[in-house]
C-alpha cells in the first residue's frame, strides 16, 4: 500500500526556493500563507544546510488529535487533509504541528484568522475532484490527475523527492551510498561526475 | 363586502406568518462527535478517469488502486536520475 511521504536531501538543497514557487504557483496560494517554506541551518557559514518544509503528512498527526471539531481525515495513501467547510480557523492545529505547516490567512479585518489552509499533498481536498470548487478551497488535485506534487517535480536538484514512502526511501539510499559521505560529497566530480580518461594534457605551443 | 377591520386582521396575520417563517429555519451546526470526521467523503485518486487534466501522461485503469499505483511508482522514478543516466 502506497504511503506518501516527502523527503528533502539536505546535501542537495540549494535553497533556491522553486520549491515554495511552484506550490504558490500549483495551488494558487494567497499572500501570506505559505505551505511550503525552505530552513538554512547556519545560514551564510561554509556547509550550511537547507531543508525544505511542508506538511510531513504524519502517520500519527498532532493536528488531528487536537482538532476540536474534527475536521482532519487520512486518506488511505496515507495524505492528511481537512475540510474547511469544519474548519473553524481556531489555531489549536498551529500549536500541535512540530513543523508549523498550518497556515491562516489574515485577509479579514482587524487581522482576522480566516480558515487553516495547508500542504495537501497536492491532493486536493473533500470536494469534486478536479472541479472549481476543490481548486478553489484546497488548490490543485495532482494526485488525481496521476501526477506527484509539484514542488517535487519541479525541484531542480531533485533534492525534494515525493511519493511512495518506500519508492522514495530507495531511491535515497541508492543515491547515497553512490555519493559517498563527508568530504567526498563535495566538489565537481561529485556534481558532475568524474572523467572516464586521465585528465588530458594542455595543447604545447605558444598562446594564441 | 370586506369590513376593513378584517382586512386589518387578515394583514396582521400574514405579516405575522412572514415573521414566523424565520423561525424554520433548518439546524446549520454539525453535532460532532470526538475523533471522528464528519465533513463530507473524499473521492480516492483512483477513481477518476485518467487523462481527464491536461499534460497528464500516467495511466491506470479508472478504480483500480493497483495500478494507479503502480503509474505513480514509475512516474517517481523520474526523480531518480541514476536511472534515468544509466
Same mark, same amino acid.
Given at each position: 500500500?502506497? #504511503?506518501?511521504?516527502?523527503?528533502?536531501?539536505?546535501?542537495?538543497?540549494?535553497?533556491?526556493?522553486?520549491?515554495?514557487?511552484?506550490?504558490?504557483?500549483?495551488?494558487?496560494?494567497?499572500?501570506?500563507?505559505?505551505?511550503?517554506?525552505?530552513?538554512?541551518?547556519?545560514?551564510?557559514?561554509?556547509?550550511?544546510?537547507?531543508?525544505?518544509?511542508?506538511?510531513?503528512?504524519?502517520?500519527?498527526?498532532?493536528?488531528?488529535?487536537?482538532?476540536?471539531?474534527?475536521?482532519?481525515?487520512?486518506?488511505?495513501?496515507?495524505?492528511?487533509?481537512?475540510?474547511?467547510?469544519?474548519?473553524?480557523?481556531?489555531?489549536?492545529?498551529?500549536?500541535?504541528?512540530?513543523?508549523?505547516?498550518?497556515?491562516?490567512?489574515?485577509?479579514?479585518?482587524?487581522?482576522? #484568522?480566516?480558515?487553516?489552509?495547508?500542504?495537501?499533498?497536492?491532493?486536493?481536498?473533500?470536494?469534486?475532484?478536479?472541479?472549481?470548487?476543490?481548486?478553489?478551497?484546497?488548490?490543485?488535485? #495532482?494526485?488525481?490527475?496521476?501526477?506527484?506534487?509539484?514542488?517535487?517535480?519541479?525541484?531542480?536538484?531533485?533534492?525534494?523527492?515525493?511519493?511512495?514512502?518506500?519508492?522514495?526511501?530507495?531511491?535515497?539510499?541508492?543515491?547515497?551510498?553512490?555519493?559517498?559521505?563527508?568530504?567526498?560529497?563535495?566538489?565537481?566530480?561529485?556534481?558532475?561526475?568524474?572523467?572516464?580518461?586521465?585528465?588530458?594534457?594542455?595543447?604545447?605551443?605558444?598562446?594564441? | 363586502?370586506?369590513?376593513?377591520?378584517?382586512?386589518?386582521?387578515?394583514?396582521?396575520?400574514?405579516?405575522?406568518?412572514?415573521?414566523?417563517?424565520?423561525?424554520?429555519?433548518?439546524?446549520?451546526?454539525?453535532?460532532?462527535?470526538?475523533?471522528?470526521?464528519?465533513?463530507?467523503?473524499?473521492?480516492?485518486?483512483?477513481?477518476?478517469?485518467?487523462?481527464?487534466?491536461?499534460?497528464?501522461?500516467?495511466?491506470?485503469?479508472?478504480?483500480?488502486?493497483?495500478?494507479?499505483?503502480?503509474?505513480?511508482?514509475?512516474?517517481?522514478?523520474?526523480?531518480?536520475?541514476?536511472?534515468?543516466?544509466?
Amino acid at each position: 500500500m502506497a #504511503r506518501m511521504k516527502f523527503l528533502c536531501d539536505a546535501e542537495r538543497c540549494i535553497e533556491c526556493n522553486g520549491c515554495v514557487t511552484a506550490c504558490k504557483q500549483e495551488n494558487e496560494v494567497p499572500w501570506g500563507v505559505n505551505r511550503r517554506r525552505v530552513v538554512t541551518i547556519n545560514d551564510g557559514v561554509p556547509g550550511e544546510k537547507s531543508i525544505s518544509v511542508a506538511c510531513m503528512h504524519c502517520s500519527d498527526a498532532p493536528c488531528m488529535a487536537v482538532c476540536p471539531v474534527d475536521c482532519f481525515y487520512k486518506t488511505e495513501e496515507g495524505v492528511v487533509l481537512h475540510d474547511k467547510d469544519m474548519c473553524i480557523g481556531c489555531g489549536y492545529c498551529f500549536y500541535a504541528c512540530p513543523f508549523g505547516a498550518p497556515q491562516f490567512p489574515q485577509a479579514g479585518a482587524f487581522g482576522m #484568522r480566516g480558515k487553516m489552509d495547508k500542504c495537501t499533498f497536492c491532493a486536493g481536498g473533500p470536494e469534486k475532484d478536479n472541479t472549481k470548487e476543490e481548486f478553489a478551497k484546497y488548490g490543485s488535485n #495532482r494526485l488525481a490527475q496521476g501526477k506527484l506534487p509539484a514542488c517535487a517535480e519541479m525541484c531542480a536538484t531533485k533534492a525534494l523527492l515525493a511519493g511512495d514512502g518506500d519508492v522514495v526511501a530507495d531511491i535515497f539510499r541508492s543515491r547515497a551510498t553512490k555519493r559517498g559521505k563527508g568530504a567526498e560529497v563535495w566538489g565537481w566530480g561529485t556534481a558532475y561526475g568524474k572523467p572516464d580518461t586521465p585528465q588530458q594534457q594542455a595543447p604545447k605551443g605558444p598562446k594564441s | 363586502m370586506i369590513s376593513a377591520r378584517k382586512l386589518i386582521l387578515s394583514g396582521a396575520v400574514l405579516v405575522a406568518l412572514a415573521g414566523l417563517a424565520g423561525c424554520g429555519e433548518k439546524e446549520q451546526v454539525i453535532a460532532y462527535q470526538q475523533g471522528k470526521y464528519q465533513g463530507k467523503p473524499d473521492t480516492r485518486p483512483w477513481e477518476n478517469e485518467p487523462g481527464a487534466s491536461l499534460y497528464t501522461t500516467s495511466k491506470w485503469t479508472k478504480g483500480d488502486k493497483a495500478s494507479w499505483e503502480a503509474a505513480l511508482r514509475s512516474r517517481n522514478q523520474n526523480q531518480n536520475e541514476y536511472t534515468r543516466a544509466e
